[in-house]
Structure formats: structure tokens, C-alpha cells
């Protein structure tokens, strides 16, 4: 079982800079690809940011460049750096894991970013 637990989101002007954080229990040898994805209000669900287990990242299209996605395996946290922030970006943030060999999905509990412009 994994439980993923996120921090660092809150209030910040147009043009500033988060970092949230997503801490990880459990073993990280059982834990897949891990990604960020956000829900604005009254739109669903988006994948942000996704590391695979080997490093990999992918993002969509709308953060390439602002959006860096970072994990550190000794501390089984991975990290989502937003910069240049925009009102788009408003929206609960969740994390993810895929479990690496039960293909489970596990979710945080969500943090909200607010951007105002």
C-alpha cells in the first residue's frame, strides 16, 4: 500500500513560483511512474507532469518550460517547481503513483494553488 502526502501549495500572484511536494510511504521499489495532475473548478481531471521510474518526464504542453518535475529517490518525495505561474494555472493539485507491479493507482489528498492576477 502507498500513501502519497503533498505539501506546498497555496496563494501567489501572476508571474511567481510554487514548489509542491509529494511525499511517499511504503517501499519506492513498488512504486512506478509518479506525476502531478490538477482539476480546475468545473473542468476534469488533467495530467500536469509525469517522471517515469527511469527519469523520464512529459508534460503538457500548456507548462512545458514553467514546470519542472524532479523526484529524489533517497527521501521517496518527487517535486513539481512552478514558475511564471498564471490564473490558468489555479486548480487543485493532485499527486500520483502507479504501482509497479500491481498497476494500482494511488492519489494524494490534493493541494490547492491559487493564482491572482
Known amino acids: 500500500q502507498v500513501q502519497l502526502v503533498e505539501s506546498g501549495g497555496g496563494l501567489v500572484q501572476a508571474g511567481g513560483s510554487l514548489r509542491l511536494s509529494c511525499a511517499a510511504s511504503?517501499?519506492?521499489?513498488?512504486?512506478?511512474?509518479m506525476g502531478w495532475h490538477r482539476q480546475a473548478p468545473g473542468k476534469p481531471r488533467e495530467q500536469v507532469a509525469v517522471?517515469?521510474?527511469?527519469?523520464?518526464?512529459n508534460y503538457i504542453d500548456s507548462v512545458k518550460g514553467r514546470f519542472a518535475i524532479s523526484k529524489d529517490n533517497t527521501k521517496n518525495t518527487v517535486y513539481l517547481q512552478m514558475n511564471s505561474l498564471k490564473p490558468d494555472d489555479t486548480a487543485v493539485y493532485y499527486c500520483?503513483?502507479?504501482?509497479?507491479?500491481?498497476?494500482?493507482?494511488?492519489w494524494g489528498q490534493g493541494t490547492q494553488v491559487i493564482v491572482s492576477s
Open positions: 511504503g517501499s519506492s521499489f513498488s512504486i512506478g511512474d
Open positions: 517522471i517515469r521510474r527511469g527519469g523520464d518526464t
Open positions: 500520483h503513483a502507479k504501482g509497479r507491479f500491481s498497476g494500482n493507482d494511488y
